[in-house]
């Protein structure tokens, strides 16, 4: 008479389940990939977490036009600026890896866990999909500062320390980071003014409640030619085309170089299926004339 071993009932109901959860597995992997080809079937919102009107802003409009072309649906700016790009980062780090909700992502996501409590991991909490630019700061004056170069503004900074102020599009952002890399490598003082975007910043110059801002190319270029606020020099480490007749920081302090960049992001566990789409349509959009026209 056959005796069943006594170990048998439970190998055999073990098996079963490791085919339950494999059949499980391949029955979600392809859902996974059906999901992933059927996308977009609705409109994908593009959060900036900056206010309108800034370069990010700008930029993201781009973008925005040229995925929405690619992909056949809409694609949405919303802005959620605030917090130094906290509040705009930390919303999208909370919402479901679907393909639907993607962010214009800074140097922010990465530099503020250092500075505040941060409802996100930089390294975890997010795909990253591509980077999008690399955009130069310029520092911009008052017209009626008595300094038009940086040696001049060192010398006036030197003998004022504290007085003169410079505002920045937030707290730990590239615009920040460069006016305090100039006071650690001049000895200058001066008072740091945060604003949640570059707009806001920029027109603190304009009205003359704030001498100075950190802020990107494009946005102050018309400001420059208006006369509502004069270029003093260029963060990058070489003149840029489109301003040729600025100098460049370095070219008064050797090594000073300070480069702010956009990258799109989604929450972490977006399918590699859309994370591909979405990398070879930006790419595409970065190398197409009018693109490239509308970025310089």
Not at 102 to 109: H, N, Q, V
Not at 171 to 198: D, N, R, V
């Amino acid at each position: 008479m056959y005796q069943a071993h006594p170990g048998r009932k439970h190998r055999v109901g073990m098996t079963l389940v490791a085919r339950l959860l494999a059949l499980g597995g391949l029955l979600l992997l392809a859902g996974s990939i059906a999901f992933a080809e059927s996308w977009p079937a609705r409109p994908v919102k593009l959060v900036v977490p900056y206010p309108p009107g800034g370069s990010s802003d700008m930029l993201a409009r781009i973008f925005a036009d040229g995925l929405s072309a690619q992909l056949g649906h809409p694609v949405i700016v919303e802005n959620k600026g605030g917090a130094a790009t906290i509040i705009g980062t930390e919303y999208v780090a909370a919402q479901h890896p679907d393909g639907y909700t993607l962010l214009l992502c800074t140097p922010g996501l990465a530099i503020n866990p250092s500075l505040y409590n941060v409802h996100y991991d930089p390294g975890r909490s997010f795909t990253y999909v591509n980077m999008l630019a690399a955009l130069p700061l310029i520092l911009v004056a008052h017209p009626d500062l008595p300094a038009g170069n940086i040696d001049e503004l060192v010398a006036l900074a030197k003998s004022k320390p504290g007085a003169l102020s410079y505002s920045s599009y937030g707290m730990g952002s590239a615009s920040h980071i460069a006016g305090e890399l100039l006071q650690q490598m001049t000895g200058a003082k001066m008072l740091h003014i945060p604003f949640k975007g570059s707009s806001a910043a920029v027109t603190e110059v304009v009205a003359g409640r704030t001498q100075l801002s950190f802020t990107t190319v494009p946005m102050v270029i018309p400001m420059i030619r208006a006369g509502r606020v004069k270029a003093i020099a260029v963060t990058t480490s070489l003149r840029l085309e489109v301003m040729k007749e600025v100098p460049t920081i370095a070219e008064s302090l050797p090594g000073f170089e300070v480069t702010s960049w956009l990258g799109l992001c989604a929450p972490a566990g977006l399918p590699n299926e859309i994370v591909v789409r979405l990398n070879k349509a930006t790419n595409e959009i970065v190398n197409a004339p009018e693109s490239r026209t509308r970025l310089a």
